[in-house]
């Protein structure tokens, strides 16, 4: 029988030709029901790594004592929003708790109409931001695909694409140029008597293909947006809690401050909880709000646990020590192979756009799902493909990946991409980077399993952990 005979047709899959079922997962591994073990690359849900034993302690210490729904005080709740928010700038103070990245980004577009008394919003175009009603209205990913099109509040600016966009990596004044581009859709739009509630993005643009605007963008067009009476929406569903590397939080790579912040299920590891961080002000201005599950007490400790190992375990630091690796050697793929046209990203969320060749950087679609494909089943290592074109590999895996896998994953790389192009003449081995000379035999999934993981930092020595190791 077809495994999705009883899933509707439209709901996505990953491998959509030959599903997986998976069975079960550990730290970034995942196994399928015929014992094959994958090296995780897409996860960014399991933030801290798949089934990490004190968030699984955690949860069902707190399930056997206390299920409730909001209304009630509890410890939990009120030292997980304490904790959670000493993350922010100190002028988003004010958290609520929900259950998931389109619930978050539901309410943030609630509290900016609240406040502002307006209704448009502007939106990157192909910009993804949930799937409730509000949010397809307000995604360009989703609505030019479907009868309803375009919506009057809603007003579409390019997203700053340093590769293929009008304005590229050569241009010395990319970001001011495509802030004027913004600026001038959105006088035509107060021209027509339009007023505007918001703008809403993630800072990394992941659903664009790993977009990563340049470092003054934002602060102009910050500034495009309160002049016109809006308030900045910072999306941090896919980027928050330390993926970006250096910050918790990849907005502050660009030295900004959001009026209003969501993150999502990352915060629980899977476990289905979100946020939206915002001014008391803004706050204010919307009255009464309630959602059933947001901040019961297993959510709280769950979000606590994941917090506590973000720190315990210094992911941050890892995730920008790993990236850093990752992403210079990645590089090296981009000079072998005329199949490679950009590498970008920053910390563990990195975007390799496949294309037909660098002259044309034509996107590659079938190429990319060929590597996709060839990765999972040769290496068995899981990848996606993102973007308007869906040939952009994006590696977010989750933040307890090592040095190790990282190697593992650009040898397997190499050797597809050069088995994809039928090349193999070429080869390099600059000082600092992993050679691309086959010296020796490629390290797969299988062989790091037996070996030790790196060390990624001594623990706090004042706060006790449970490790993977210490639970069977």
Known sequence: MDGRSEISRGCLMHFETAPLKIVRAEKQYMTDNYGIRYLDCVSNVAHVGHCHPQVVTAGKSQMATLVSSQGFISDSLMKYTKQLVSNFPDTLSVCYLVNSGSEANDLALRLARAYTNQKDVVVFDDAYHGNLGNLIDISPRMFKHMAQGKKEFVHVIPYPDMYRGRYREDDLHAAEKYVLEAEQILQQALKNNRKLACFISESVVVNCGVIVPPKNYFKLLYNVIREAGGVCIADEVQTALGRTGEYFLSFEHYEVVPDIVTLGKPLGNGHPMAAVITTREIADSLGEYYSTFGGNPVACVIGLAVLDVIQNEKLIQSATSVGKTLFENLQLL???????????????????????????????????????????????????????????????????????????????????????????????????????????????????????????????????????????
Request: net charge negative; charged share 25%.
């Open 334 to 472: 981009k000079l072998k192979h005329h199949n490679v046209g950009d590498v970008r990203g920053l910390g563990l969320c990195i975007g390799l756009e496949i294309v037909e060749d660098k002259s044309s950087r034509k996107p590659a679609t079938e190429l990319t799902q060929t590597i996709v494909m060839r990765l999972k089943e040769e290496h068995h290592i899981l990848v996606q493909a993102l973007g308007p074109n869906r040939n952009v590999i994006t590696l977010t895996p989750p933040m307890c990946f090592t040095q190790l896998n990282a190697r593992c994953l650009f040898q397997a790389l190499d050797s597809v991409l050069t088995a994809c192009a039928g090349d193999q003449t070429m080869s390099m081995n600059p000082s600092g980077g992993i050679g691309l000379q086959q010296t020796r035999p490629l390290i797969s999934v299988e062989d790091i399993t037996h070996l030790e993981d790196e060390d990624i930092g001594e623990p706090d020595a004042k706060r006790p952990r449970i490790s993977y190791d210490d639970v069977d």
